[in-house]
């Protein structure tokens, strides 16, 4: 569906107002819905249509994934935790997970980034050198 350069300003609007010190808070997310339902403006759905995406874009940003080959110790993620942290900023929602085909080293995704120290990428990569 096709949506109109006003309903993509609104969304873009109401979502800044559900972020507050540059980490989106799910109660103003709840309260804006709810308002834009009572309320119905012109065109409300391709707007909550567009703001949907947009909370989307923003969770996957705010989220990192840490695979690793084994399981990983508290101080270790507490490491980790710590630097992407200090790189992508407060407010980051990390899950850890074992993946042993990786052979060991890790694999970090944060929003588009990807951090890759694996032994399988490296494989990978000398194998695609030959």
């Given at each position: 569906m096709k949506i109109s350069k006003?309903?993509?300003?609104?969304?873009k609007q109401?979502?800044?107002s559900c972020v507050a010190n540059g980490v989106?808070?799910?109660?103003?997310?709840?309260?804006?819905?709810?308002r834009v339902l009572e309320v119905k403006p012109r065109g409300y759905m391709?707007?909550?249509?567009?703001?949907?995406?947009?909370?989307?874009l923003e969770i996957e940003r705010r989220t990192a994934r840490v695979e690793s080959a084994i399981a990983l110790t508290?101080?270790?993620?507490?490491?980790?935790q710590e630097g992407l942290t200090k790189r992508h900023g407060q407010?980051?929602?990390?899950?850890?997970?074992?993946?042993?085909?990786?052979?060991?080293?890790?694999?970090?995704?944060?929003?588009s980034d990807v951090y890759d120290s694996s032994i399988q990428s490296r494989l990978a990569?000398?194998?695609a050198a030959f």
């Open positions: 006003q309903a993509r300003r609104e969304a109401l979502f800044r989106l808070d799910e109660g103003r997310v709840r309260l804006a819905v709810k391709p707007i909550l249509n567009h703001f949907e995406r947009l909370l989307r508290p101080d270790i993620q507490a490491k980790i407010g980051l929602n990390f899950s850890f997970n074992q993946n042993p085909e990786l052979i060991g080293g890790l694999r970090i995704k944060v929003g990569a000398l194998q």
